[in-house]
């Protein structure tokens, strides 16, 4: 059964991609006929990058926008010499680098779309109805607990047709759809202020030599407002609207270039709005994106929380879809997305809400991920979340001998419970600090643990005393305590198989393998050739 995504933009093309690197089907409507002209938002966090390397789409993404830091230039004028610069919550690329393979770019949302909807078409699984909205959503057979049915109409030929989903996907901005279907209201301050913006062609780098920055605010009160590098020499002037339209003479007193000749394209007027949804979700319907939250662009937050939404979203809805995790995982969906979006989006009503350390917006941006350290492969550097692949990834220490044979094997308890919390990240954990605890590791008793048993997910993997609560052990009649959920779905294996081989396991004495030493170094040689092995973990690859 397929996820239906409502809206192509930022929320939506991430969740649509990170569904079908599951190989999940996805059907994706968008209403307008092609993706926006507007470059609209313009910084990608640290995070986001680190989605897109993930998607082998960074190097894509980085080009097709200007290459600044991330930092504001706040002056006079653009071109003022006595400007100051700010930081505004984005790390420069040697503080991100210090914490990520990667850093923040400076691309225009409707380049940032087109390399995203390049990449989605990719997929086989996927089909994008452009010029075709939904109009109305209903239950479908089994009530709520069943299907979701969408009207969708073809704006070009304005004939409509129904599609069943498993769930669906609102990621249809502001005036979502999906929202007031699924019953869910908002709050919040509305909107804050009513701002124009001024696209224009200029060639400004010139007169900026190696003052390269994501955005230049303004501090001429004839002219505040900020000025921003929108790919090649476009450039967008964004002003609280006074009524002055952004004349060829407004904009060179903004440039400080009295003899600049624009070539103005368009000009736009945008609300400084901020609401929230008072739910993410109503049974098989989500938000994402700005249908869940409106930030205003101080902050530079909106499109990533948007895109950071859809990727949480997208993974979970794989998961359940494929029966690796119960639905029980889409619950925490809002709980870890909601107060995110009410953090950013109450950041971003604050008037002083653009300027921000670093330090701590970085902290936010990367949220609980994977922790990054640069890894050897085969004489090559790989960051840790290089080796995080589409399904779920095991990294284990340097000690580890066992195979691993668990490729598509369910990560939850086994019991269709998510993994629990942090399960993962302590795997996740094991090359930056290759412990005694980890994997495959000799325990302080000198007792060598059962590697694969945490790979292929035996139930009495780990030989240390205690009860093993899993259903098998139990089974089994073993009094030891289990520290790894089953890799296989336990309803495909018949019980008595299941026991016996939990009990086999569980009676071989120790497993052989290196020992800490002389043996060390030439097991690291005989393993160094070796892929890393991928498996089972506790929490997903984030
Ligand atoms: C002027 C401006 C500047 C901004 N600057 C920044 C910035 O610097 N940094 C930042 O992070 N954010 C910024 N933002 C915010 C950012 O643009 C949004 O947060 C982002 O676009 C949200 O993405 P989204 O996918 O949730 O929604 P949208 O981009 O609004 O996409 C929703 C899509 O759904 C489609 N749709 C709507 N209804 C339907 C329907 N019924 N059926 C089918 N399709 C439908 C729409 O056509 C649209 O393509 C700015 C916004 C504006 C307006």
Redesign the pocket.
């Known amino acids: 059964m397929r996820v239906l995504v409502?809206?192509?933009?930022?929320?939506?093309?991430t969740t649509a991609v990170t569904i079908a690197r599951y190989g999940v089907p996805v059907l994706l409507?968008?209403?307008?006929a092609d993706t926006?002209s507007?470059p609209?938002?313009?910084?990608v966090?640290t995070r986001t990058m680190e989605l897109f390397r993930s998607w082998g789409i960074e190097e894509r993404v980085r080009a097709a926008g200007p290459d600044v830091s991330w930092q504001a230039r706040v002056a006079r004028n653009l071109t003022a010499p006595d400007g100051v610069v700010a930081d505004i919550g984005f790390p420069t690329r040697e503080q991100a680098l210090a914490v990520s393979p990667t850093w923040p770019a400076c691309v225009p949302?409707d380049a940032l779309e087109e390399v995203l909807l390049e990449h989605l078409r990719g997929f086989p699984n996927v089909r994008v109805h452009q010029a075709?909205?939904?109009?109305d959503l209903h239950d479908g057979p089994g009530g709520p607990g069943g299907t979701v049915l969408a009207r969708l109409r073809d704006r070009r030929t304005d004939v409509s047709r129904i599609v069943a989903a498993a769930y669906v996907v609102g990621?249809?901005?502001?005036?979502?759809?999906?929202r007031d279907a699924a019953g869910i209201g908002t709050e919040g301050p509305g909107v804050l202020a009513d701002?124009s913006?001024t696209m224009f062609h200029a060639p400004l780098w010139e007169h900026l030599g190696e003052r390269r920055h994501g955005i230049y605010p303004l501090t001429d009160p004839a002219v505040s407002g900020v000025l921003?590098p929108a790919g090649g020499d476009r450039w967008?002037y964004?002003r609280e609207t006074d009524g002055r339209d952004g004349t060829v003479d407004l904009l060179r007193a903004a440039t400080g270039v009295a003899d600049l000749r624009p070539r103005i394209t368009r000009e736009?007027r945008?609300t400084f709005t901020v609401r929230l949804a008072q739910r993410y979700r109503t049974g098989r319907m989500f938000l994402?994106?700005?249908?869940?939250h409106?930030?205003t662009?101080r902050?530079?937050?909106?499109?990533?929380?948007?895109i950071h939404?859809?990727h949480d979203l997208g993974w979970k809805l794989a998961w359940v879809l494929l029966g690796w995790a119960g639905p029980q995982l889409l619950d925490t969906y809002e709980t870890e997305r909601r107060p995110v979006g009410l953090r950013n989006a109450a950041r971003s009503a604050q008037p002083d809400g653009s300027y921000r350390a670093a330090a701590g917006e970085l902290a936010n941006d990367l949220g609980g991920r994977l922790p990054h350290a640069w890894l050897d492969r085969d004489g090559t550097p790989v960051s840790t979340l290089d080796l995080l692949g589409p399904r779920s990834t095991l990294l284990v220490g340097p000690r580890y001998t066992g195979s691993v044979t668990a490729g598509d094997a369910p990560p939850g308890r086994g019991d269709g419970r998510p993994a629990r919390r942090g399960a993962g990240r302590r795997a996740a954990a094991a090359p930056r600090r290759p412990a005694r605890r980890r994997a495959g590791s000799t325990s302080p008793g000198g007792r060598r643990r059962e590697p694969s048993a945490l790979a292929a997910g035996s139930a009495c993997g780990w030989r240390r005393p205690g009860r093993h609560t899993a259903p098998a052990a139990r089974r089994a009649g073993c009094g030891r305590r289990s520290a790894a959920p089953t890799g296989r779905s336990r309803a495909a294996r018949p019980a008595g198989r299941t026991a016996r081989a939990h009990l086999r396991r569980c009676r071989t004495g120790r497993a052989s393998g290196p020992r800490p030493g002389t043996e060390r170094r030439a097991w690291r040689r005989r393993t160094s050739r070796r892929r890393t092995p991928t498996g089972t973990s506790g929490r997903p690859a984030r």
Do not use: H
């Open positions: 409502v809206g192509a933009g930022p929320a939506g093309l409507v968008e209403r307008r926006t507007l609209r938002a313009t910084a966090s949302q075709t909205e939904v109009t990621a249809d901005g502001p005036r979502s759809v999906v701002y913006s921003l967008v964004g736009a945008f994402a994106g700005d249908a869940a409106q930030i662009p902050g530079g937050t909106g499109m990533n929380t948007a939404d859809g």
